[in-house]
C-alpha cells in the first residue's frame, strides 16, 4: 500500500464525497440506508463483546505459524509472526466491523459468504447482527483458522461454517450448496484478477437483494482497477464507495448508481 499516494486521495474523497448524513441524496434507498444504518449510533452490546475479543488478540504474543494464500501481505509464505501482529493487521477496524454489523442487522440476509476469516472478527460482527443468518467463512491458513474457531466457541457463535482452504479450490462448492448469497464480504486477496475471479463467481448465486461488500479498495492501483470494473458491471445497479470500503447492490428496481459517501 503506497501511504502517499492513498493520503493524496483521501484527501480529495474527504472534499468530493456526499454528506455522511445523506443530505443532498436523492435515491431514497441510499438516502435510507445512511440515515438508517451508517448514522446508526447506537452502541449495541454485541459490539463491546467483539471488541474485548480482539483486545484480548491483541495482547498475545505467541507465535503460531502461517501460511498466506493471498496477495496483500508482505510476509513469506510461510513464517511465524505473534497472534498480535496479525490481530492488529489482518483483522477489521472497529468502524468498519459496526458497519457490517449494522448491515447485516437491517438487512437481515440468510447465507452469508465471507472470503478470509482471519481471527475470526469481522464474522463475529456478522454473526452476533443475526443469529439467523448461516456464515459461511474461509481461511486458507489453518494455524489462524483454529483460533478463530476457539474465538467463535467462547464466544457461543454457533451460526458460523469454517472452510480451510484457499478461496479459489473451495468457492464453487461453497456456492453451489447455498445456492443463493445474500450477503458477501472480501476481505482476504488484494490482487485485481482474484478479486474480479471471486467476483464473477459469486454474481451468478447472487438476488434482487443481495450485498457484496469489499474492503481494502484502494489497497493499490489493482485494487482500484478492480472496483470500478465492478462497478461498471451490468449486474450492478447501486454502488456505495466509502473509500476503504466498497459496497455493491444488484436491485433492480434501482437504477445505475455510483456513491462516494462520506464515512
Not at 489453518?142 to 464466544?155: D, P, Q, S
Request: aromatic share 14%; glycine share 4%.
Amino acid at each position: 500500500m503506497n501511504n502517499i499516494r492513498i493520503f493524496r486521495k483521501y484527501i480529495g474523497y474527504k472534499l468530493f464525497s456526499k454528506h455522511k448524513t445523506g443530505h443532498g441524496i436523492h435515491s431514497p434507498f441510499v438516502f435510507d440506508l445512511i440515515s438508517k444504518v451508517f448514522q446508526d449510533k447506537n452502541e449495541y452490546a454485541e459490539y463491546s463483546i467483539v471488541e474485548r475479543l480482539k483486545a484480548r488478540l491483541l495482547n498475545e504474543e505467541r507465535k503460531i505459524k502461517i501460511t498466506f494464500f493471498g496477495a496483500g501481505s508482505k510476509y513469506n509464505r510461510k513464517n511465524f509472526r505473534k497472534l498480535n501482529s496479525i490481530a492488529r493487521t489482518s483483522s477489521i477496524e472497529e468502524k468498519y466491523g459496526r458497519l457490517l454489523f449494522r448491515l447485516v442487522k437491517y438487512f437481515k440476509p440468510n447465507n452469508i459468504l465471507e472470503l478470509g476469516t482471519s481471527v475470526g472478527v469481522s464474522a463475529s460482527y456478522m454473526a452476533f447482527a443475526n443469529k439467523e443468518s448461516a456464515i459461511h467463512t474461509i481461511e486458507g491458513c489453518k494455524n489462524i483458522l483454529e483460533i478463530a474457531k476457539t474465538n467463535f466457541r467462547v464466544l457461543a457463535l454457533d451460526n458460523i461454517i469454517t472452510y480451510n482452504n484457499s478461496f479459489d479450490s473451495i468457492l464453487g462448492e461453497i456456492l453451489e450448496k447455498t445456492k443463493s448469497v445474500d450477503f458477501v464480504f472480501i476481505d482476504g486477496d488484494h490482487k485485481k484478477n482474484a478479486i474480479l475471479n471471486y467476483f464473477n463467481k459469486i454474481k451468478e448465486y447472487i438476488n434482487n437483494n443481495s450485498i457484496i461488500v469489499i474492503d481494502d479498495i484502494r489497497w493499490s492501483k489493482e485494487m482500484e482497477e478492480a472496483w470500478k470494473i465492478i462497478k461498471n458491471d451490468d449486474k450492478v445497479t447501486v454502488t456505495i464507495d466509502l473509500f476503504f470500503m466498497g459496497i455493491a447492490f444488484f436491485r433492480s428496481e434501482s437504477s445505475k448508481q455510483n456513491f462516494l459517501i462520506n464515512f
